[in-house]
């Protein structure tokens, strides 16, 4: 699912270039659950947004879903996407749109007929346990509610791979165990996943393979 | 729609589409009138050549035949001595009495040459009055085309005037709606940035800025279109007695459909141009 052979990130700093990763290479295979975990600013996202096309490596290939990211053009990047559900460290909801609103925009953007649209927007909602909360806005949601929201938006699509970036990042204790939980209920049915995290007790918790960053090099790959 | 989150801007990329058009349209509109004065003064365009002597008949059927063989010449027509006088007497109306004083017809006989379709330019007309002036018969040659030229560099005056306006304000009119459809995607971030990550295509995402871009376009030219019209409906009555005056108009004319059409669809297509030129800057 995802293959990436040594790959680099250069990022300009004045008349410097700053490696942000370094010879990075690893695999994650279809249906497995990956923790990449790091301290911040050791190039989680980084790597994360050189997935989901958002950045392109200076060095190095990456394959993601099929597609060969270091490869592609511009206009293909909505088909990757496509295949993909991103999660952040801030939910990232509309704060205009209900929680309704804010799954039901996504499979409207990606042109689902209308009619499919709402029994697919509660699907994902009754999935995070938010099916009372759709017409809640996301001012009005706790922070872990958010966090929820934004799995349903993420998972509306019924994506191949699941990226998430620090999604416990904000959230007490209780409330990271119950997402954690959410995400292992995705994988189970199928879902590949990839979730970096600075938090290294819940990344030992989750008991998965374990890919560990130290300032954009890869350390440790184990489990 | 998000005309309303470009508050300001939006009206201005309104207004300034709607002076750009009503520019175009206003310039557009008098030289379509001037053209057709020019097409009707060209049907008109006579070259008179006035006659030593009243010549006989055969004579003249000679000399009509000479000159109906020329190059350029469509028609030939006689005026006599005593036509001539006529058509004075019927001009001057009601003093047409002092003609009766005068002691003899001082009027010369005359030829009205008409020039063919195509030979009433000036060089054309020219040209053929100096053949005529060559005549033995010919006393005098008046006439020509210099001046129905005159109207239409005067009309092709206004066509490149009304051009470089309209092209003005119309830069002008897309860096505006560039603006307002800027700060709408500044407010829409949010939801772009959304649009994006789950894989939406760019036609997607462009087509609102677009759409925007064109209804204030379209707004714009039905403002302007409303403008010119009342200007015309306000204006023509009042200018036609002039214009019947100079320029032997009995009325003037509005844009066609097609030419309402055209600033309609042109509008259309800076507002889109400004939404899509938007879309770049805001990616960059």
Same mark, same amino acid.
């Given at each position: 699912?995802?293959?990436?052979?040594?790959?680099?990130?250069?990022?300009?700093?004045?008349?410097?270039?700053?490696?942000?990763?370094?010879?990075?290479?690893? =695999?994650?295979?279809?249906?497995?659950?990956?923790?990449?975990?790091?301290?911040?600013?050791?190039?989680?996202?980084?790597?994360?947004?050189?997935?989901?096309?958002?950045?392109?490596?200076?060095?190095?290939?990456?394959?993601? #879903?099929?597609?060969?990211?270091?490869?592609?053009?511009?206009?293909?990047?909505?088909?990757?996407?496509?295949?993909?559900?991103?999660?952040?460290?801030?939910?990232?909801?509309?704060?205009?749109? =209900?929680?309704?609103?804010?799954?039901?925009?996504?499979?409207?953007?990606?042109?689902?007929?209308?009619?499919?649209?709402?029994?697919? #927007?509660?699907?994902?909602?009754? #999935?995070?346990? !938010?099916?009372?909360?759709?017409?809640?806005?996301?001012?009005? !949601?706790?922070?872990?509610?958010?966090?929820?929201?934004?799995?349903?938006?993420?998972?509306?699509?019924?994506?191949?791979?699941?990226?998430?970036?620090?999604?416990?990042?904000?959230?007490?204790?209780?409330?990271?165990?119950?997402?954690?939980?959410?995400?292992?209920?995705?994988?189970?049915?199928?879902?590949?996943?990839?979730?970096?995290?600075?938090?290294?007790?819940?990344?030992?918790?989750?008991?998965?393979?374990?890919?560990?960053?130290?300032?954009?090099?890869? =350390?440790?790959?184990?489990? | 729609? $998000?005309?309303?989150?470009?508050?300001?801007?939006?009206?201005?990329?309104?207004?300034?589409?709607?002076?750009?058009?009503?520019?175009?349209?206003?310039?557009?509109?008098?030289?379509?009138?001037?053209?057709?004065?020019?097409?009707?003064?060209?049907?008109?365009?006579?070259?008179?050549?006035?006659?030593?002597?009243?010549?006989?008949?055969?004579?003249?059927? $000679?000399?009509?035949?000479? *000159?109906?063989?020329?190059?350029?010449?469509?028609? *030939?027509?006689?005026?006599?001595?005593?036509?001539?006088?006529?058509?004075?007497?019927?001009?001057?109306?009601?003093? &047409?009495?002092?003609? $009766?004083?005068?002691?003899?017809?001082?009027?010369?006989?005359?030829?009205?040459?008409?020039?063919? @379709?195509?030979?009433?330019?000036? @060089?054309?007309?020219?040209?053929?009055?100096?053949?005529?002036?060559?005549?033995? @018969?010919?006393?005098?040659?008046?006439?020509?085309?210099?001046?129905?030229?005159?109207?239409?560099?005067?009309?092709?005056?206004?066509?490149?005037?009304?051009?470089? *306006?309209?092209?003005?304000?119309?830069?002008?009119?897309?860096?505006?709606?560039?603006?307002?459809?800027?700060?709408?995607?500044?407010?829409?971030?949010?939801?772009?940035?959304?649009?994006?990550?789950?894989?939406?295509?760019?036609?997607?995402?462009?087509?609102?800025?677009?759409?925007?871009?064109?209804?204030?376009?379209?707004?714009?030219?039905?403002?302007?279109?409303?403008?010119?019209?009342?200007?015309?409906?306000?204006?023509?009555?009042?200018?036609?007695?002039?214009?019947?005056?100079?320029?032997?108009?009995?009325?003037?004319?509005?844009?066609?459909?097609?030419?309402?059409?055209?600033?309609?669809?042109?509008?259309?297509?800076?507002?889109?141009?400004?939404?899509?030129?938007?879309?770049?800057?805001?990616? &960059?």
């Amino acid at each position: 699912m995802i293959r990436l052979h040594r790959v680099c990130k250069l990022f300009q700093g004045g008349p410097m270039k700053l490696p942000a990763l370094n010879d990075v290479s690893f =695999t994650v295979d279809k249906g497995e659950f990956a923790i990449l975990s790091g301290a911040s600013g050791a190039g989680k996202t980084t790597l994360l947004r050189l997935l989901y096309a958002d950045e392109q490596a200076s060095d190095g290939d990456i394959e993601v #879903a099929g597609f060969n990211v270091t490869g592609l053009r511009r206009s293909e990047i909505p088909l990757l996407r496509r295949s993909l559900g991103i999660v952040f460290q801030d939910a990232k909801l509309l704060s205009g749109r =209900t929680v309704f609103e804010n799954i039901a925009f996504v499979l409207r953007v990606l042109g689902v007929p209308r009619h499919e649209i709402t029994p697919k #927007a509660f699907q994902a909602l009754k #999935a995070v346990g !938010l099916s009372s909360r759709a017409q809640a806005y996301p001012a009005q !949601l706790s922070q872990g509610e958010a966090q929820r929201a934004a799995l349903a938006r993420a998972i509306v699509k019924s994506p191949a791979l699941l990226l998430a970036d620090e999604p416990t990042g904000n959230l007490d204790e209780e409330m990271a165990g119950e997402i954690l939980d959410l995400i292992k209920d995705i994988w189970s049915r199928g879902t590949t996943v990839l979730l970096a995290t600075h938090q290294s007790r819940l990344a030992a918790q989750l008991k998965r393979r374990t890919l560990r960053l130290e300032a954009g090099v890869l =350390t440790k790959d184990e489990g | 729609m $998000d005309l309303r989150r470009a508050g300001r801007v939006g009206v201005s990329a309104i207004l300034l589409i709607t002076l750009s058009l009503t520019a175009l349209g206003g310039f557009w509109l008098l030289s379509l009138n001037l053209g057709r004065a020019v097409a009707q003064w060209r049907d008109r365009v006579r070259v008179v050549v006035f006659l030593k002597d009243e010549p006989t008949p055969s004579a003249l059927t $000679d000399l009509t035949r000479r *000159v109906e063989a020329l190059d350029g010449v469509h028609r *030939v027509r006689y005026v006599s001595k005593a036509e001539a006088l006529s058509s004075l007497r019927e001009s001057l109306g009601a003093q &047409a009495g002092v003609v $009766d004083h005068l002691p003899r017809n001082p009027l010369p006989a005359s030829l009205e040459v008409t020039p063919a @379709e195509g030979a009433t330019t000036p @060089e054309a007309t020219r040209d053929l009055a100096a053949k005529l002036a060559a005549l033995p @018969e010919t006393e005098e040659v008046q006439g020509g085309a210099e001046w129905v030229e005159g109207l239409a560099r005067w009309q092709r005056l206004f066509q490149m005037v009304g051009l470089a *306006v309209g092209a003005v304000l119309a830069l002008a009119a897309i860096l505006t709606v560039t603006t307002a459809t800027t700060l709408v995607l500044h407010v829409r971030r949010a939801e772009t940035e959304i649009m994006r990550l789950v894989g939406a295509s760019e036609t997607v995402v462009r087509i609102p800025q677009l759409l925007q871009g064109m209804v204030q376009g379209l707004l714009g030219a039905v403002v302007a279109l409303g403008l010119l019209e009342v200007t015309y409906a306000v204006g023509a009555p009042r200018l036609e007695p002039l214009l019947q005056l100079t320029l032997g108009l009995a009325r003037a004319v509005f844009l066609s459909l097609p030419q309402i059409l055209f600033l309609i669809v042109g509008g259309a297509i800076l507002g889109g141009l400004g939404g899509l030129l938007a879309r770049g800057r805001a990616v &960059a």
